[in-house]
């Protein structure tokens, strides 16, 4: 260790101060505690008083900073980050004041205020304040940069950019409207984004009840903290949106790459009260040709409430009714909420063998805790103990052996009906039975917010013992950050409204940019009447959200997609049909957010940073992966005409695949001049655009994930620059693909001064994919019809000057080769 026990009041007041403002409120107080400052390789310590603040480097971009007010830094331990990660480190250069990586710097003034700089200087986190203790908790205060905008926190409700709002981290069951907070996850992580697009991300590991308010009681002050528990957070800095996004999958886990099915239409309602009914509901899809992968089942088909149990009159067969859906190409996914009904002697198994194990949460008093939720009385797994996960993940056997291809873990928050705090009380006993914490007790105030993600990995983790080799698939309610590694996540109980529908893009995206890549919001609304004009234009957004789930509420309107007649049905039809033709697309971004960690569904500013200073990312447009556009009017229910930004660069017309038309809109105050296509809302359409310079897969229609498509994959090509395009395959279901049963291939292509070049790059894996040919259709085409050649050898090629298009069919291409089109 190098120490360099710098008494530095006076020395660092000079240096540190010029380097970082300081801000009005410390100019008054009294002079600064003596600030000791003690190199280590990986990083520093700094003494202020009585405060110990350690800053540790753990890879060249991402710092973790604990402090302890009381000189102790407390337990070592995470929920959300694995111990691998925590402990990796990186060594330093020592500063002055501080220490530099190949990325940043990180330095601190005379008061022991920490500066983190990329490494071009620029700042990326700067405390404002010294910390403040507030009763048993803290708060911390940073700096903030005028024209940074703020995002992440998850799904919490309010614009996609935070500044301006502020929000309590506390998993909460709250219906809830468009100001509504806390709802049900908490994810206390937000990325910081520059004009310039340079971007960093802090996130606090904490699980106590906290708060973050981005200047909304302090204008320019961002301040965050916690009741309780260790001031533990990570500065990340990377010099992109997507670089953040990246590391911050590597602090807390990426989505592993789900089942194909879940890409699929999924259909949902509380509740399909019969086994028949479930039937009738797939066979009305399969009759009316509407794509559908996975029907749910709520509360209902169980026996009074009581998970893992069915109802013996209504379902009598449950694996009789997972073959016969089977036999259709449809999947079922079956709620099992957490509550296990307290039901003594009553040969309910999960309660007895939970009895017997010594598996519920305690109250204070040492007894099993008993709160009323759909069952009744209810008791509660304690989840914080490996053993109880252990036991959890049993339970499904039955259903797992049944064949019920997912599971939903629903009012994890833990939702209880009794109280006005809707969830258990504070004092109750939690057991931490846990690699890398101290074996120990601790209050629900502590676990609440990580009770659903220890439910929802209790699940994913027994599923994966029961059935080793089949991707699990579980859908989480609550959660916490690192959630993300066991579930899908959707936004509770919405409503039917236009005004939610608005809201599902800024949450889905701020999920997105907080870990969670596959997230969805119930598709027509959950609760109320949606007119029929709302729920088909809910049909056409969600075609291109990540989880695409029609759920409704009991007492609700029916919402299968036929309710509304014939001429609403036709309309959502071609969106779910859009949504299975794009699947090859969907596939290999998922591929991607498995090794990456980036959402499937970005904001445009993610992809292109002009977007930023454009004055037009309004938190309704979207990205599908990098290459597709997704542009609903800015108020969904609005017929009056809007303008869709066009980052530089290009766009094609997905629909047409004609190049975008588009018209120059004059700059104006802090809003830059730009192209922009102008778009005159009509019910049965949806402005989706196309980079130029992408290849997109796409395949022949399907009625599910499991059917094989039938002909050719088609490889739209949209020229441009830097065009490039990525196919991903395996089987979909299983974990093969990590054994090298999978297909990855790069395409790109070149413009040439005579046409085009299309160049099939070398192929990773061993999978054998369902196509043998390719149909290439390149769009924006003009002139005469090309002579195609590839590896010597002439093609046909169709041309369609219409259509602007030339269209060519050659074999699969498994390894290295280039396609010429010349004119
Ligand atoms: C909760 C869920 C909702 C579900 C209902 C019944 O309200 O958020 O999706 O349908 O419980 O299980």
Redesign the pocket.
């Known amino acids: 260790m190098i120490r360099r026990a710098l008494l530095v009041s006076t020395l660092l007041a000079s240096s540190a101060l010029a380097l970082s403002p300081s801000p009005a409120s410390a100019a008054v107080v009294a002079p600064a505690p003596a600030l000791h400052v003690t190199m280590r390789p990986d990083g520093m310590d700094v003494r202020t008083g009585q405060q110990l603040m350690r800053v540790t480097a753990l890879a060249a971009g991402a710092l973790r900073v604990r402090i302890g007010l009381d000189g102790t830094l407390g337990e070592d331990a995470s929920w959300a980050v694995p111990e691998a990660v925590r402990h990796a480190t990186t060594s330093v250069k020592p500063l002055l004041n501080g220490f530099s990586t190949p990325d940043l710097t990180a330095t601190v003034d005379a008061a022991g205020r920490l500066t983190v700089r990329d490494a071009s200087g620029h700042i990326l986190s700067q405390d404002a304040e010294p910390v403040e203790k507030r009763h048993n908790g803290f708060a911390l205060a940073k700096a903030m940069p005028q024209n940074d905008r703020y995002f992440g926190l998850g799904d919490k409700t309010g614009p996609l950019d935070r500044r301006g709002m502020a929000y309590t981290m506390w998993n909460t069951d709250a219906g809830f409207q468009e100001t509504t907070d806390p709802i049900y996850k908490s994810i206390p992580y937000y990325i910081q984004v520059a004009p310039d697009g340079r971007a960093s991300g802090l996130f606090l590991d904490n699980t106590w009840r906290g708060f973050f308010d981005f200047g909304k009681t302090e204008r320019d002050t961002l301040r965050f903290g916690a009741e309780g528990g260790p001031i533990d957070y990570y500065v990340i800095a990377g010099s992109t949106v997507k670089d953040v996004v990246e590391r911050y999958a590597k602090l807390t886990g990426p989505s592993p790459l789900p089942p194909l099915w879940m890409l699929g239409f999924q259909q949902s309602r ?1 509740s399909y009260m019969s086994a028949d009914e479930v039937r009738g509901i797939a066979a009305r899809y399969r009759k009316d040709q509407i794509p559908l992968d996975a029907i749910y089942l ?2 209902d088909y169980q026996d009074r409430n009581r998970p893992f149990t069915t109802n013996p009159k209504t379902f009598p067969d449950m694996a009789g009714l997972v073959r016969d859906m089977k036999a259709e190409d449809v999947r079922i996914v079956a ?1 099992t909420d957490l509550h296990i009904a307290a039901a003594p002697g009553q040969g309910y198994a999960p309660f007895d063998t939970g009895m017997a194990g010594d598996h519920f949460v305690k109250a204070a008093n040492g007894r099993v805790y008993v709160g009323k939720v759909w069952p009744g009385p209810a008791v509660f797994p304690d989840f914080t103990r490996a053993k109880t996960r252990d036991w959890w993940g049993g339970l499904y056997k039955s259903f797992a052996d049944d064949g019920i291809a997912g599971f939903w873990n ?2 994890n928050e833990p939702a209880v009906f009794t109280y006005p705090s809707k969830t258990m009380p504070l004092d109750n006993i939690h057991r931490i039975e846990e690699p890398g914490f101290q074996t120990r007790t601790a209050t629900h105030a502590e676990i609440h917010n990580i009770f659903g993600m220890e439910n929802s990995r209790a699940t994913y983790e027994g599923l994966l013992k029961l059935r080793p080799d089949e991707r699990p698939f579980v859908l989480t ?1 609550a959660s916490y950050a690192g959630g993300q590694r066991y579930a899908a996540t959707w936004t ?2 919405n409503m039917a409204s236009w005004n939610h529908l608005r809201m599902t893009v800024p949450m889905l995206l701020n999920l997105g940019m907080s870990g969670f890549a596959w997230s969805g919001a119930d598709v027509t609304g ?1 609760g109320g009447a949606p007119s029929a004009d709302l729920s088909t234009r809910w049909v056409e957004i969600a075609a291109f959200q990540p989880i695409f789930r029609d ?1 409704s ?1 009991v007492g609700t309107p029916h919402r299968e997609l036929w309710v509304d007649g014939p001429q609403h049905e036709a309309i959502r039809k071609r969106f779910v049909e859009a949504r299975y033709r794009l699947m090859p697309y969907l596939y290999a971004v998922a591929d991607e957010t498995a090794r990456t960690g980036l959402p499937m569904m970005r904001p445009v500013f993610m992809t292109y940073p002009d977007a930023l200073d454009s004055g037009c990312d309004d938190g309704t447009t979207f990205l599908v992966g990098d290459k597709i556009m997704v542009a609903p009017a800015p108020f969904p229910e609005s017929t009056g005409t809007y303008d869709i930004c066009l980052p530089k660069g290009g766009w094609y017309d997905y629909w047409t695949g004609k190049p975008a038309q588009t018209v120059a809109r004059p700059g104006s105050q802090g809003v830059r001049a730009m192209q922009v296509a102008r778009e005159t809302p009509r019910l049965d359409h949806l402005p989706v655009f196309v980079r130029a310079g992408s290849i997109i897969p796409r395949q022949p229609l399907v009625q599910s994930t499991m059917e094989t498509p039938k002909g050719a994959l088609e490889l739209a090509v949209y020229p441009g620059d830097d065009c490039v395009g990525l196919l991903y395959a395996d089987d979909g279901r299983s974990l093969d693909y990590r054994r090298g049963a999978y297909l990855r291939q790069t395409i790109r292509c070149t413009v040439t001064p005579t046409g085009l070049a299309i160049e099939f790059g070398a192929r990773e894996g061993h999978y054998q994919p369902w196509w043998q040919g390719l149909d290439i259709v390149v769009h924006g085409w003009t002139g005469s019809a090309p002579k195609a050649v590839l590896g010597g050898n002439a093609v046909a090629v169709v041309a369609d000057a219409g259509a602007g298009t030339v269209s060519i069919h050659i074999p699969d291409q498994a390894s290295v080769a280039t396609l010429r089109l010349d004119r």
Request: net charge negative; charged share 35%.
């Open positions: 509380y709520d509360i709620i629903d009012m309610r509770g109980d959950f759920h509420a």
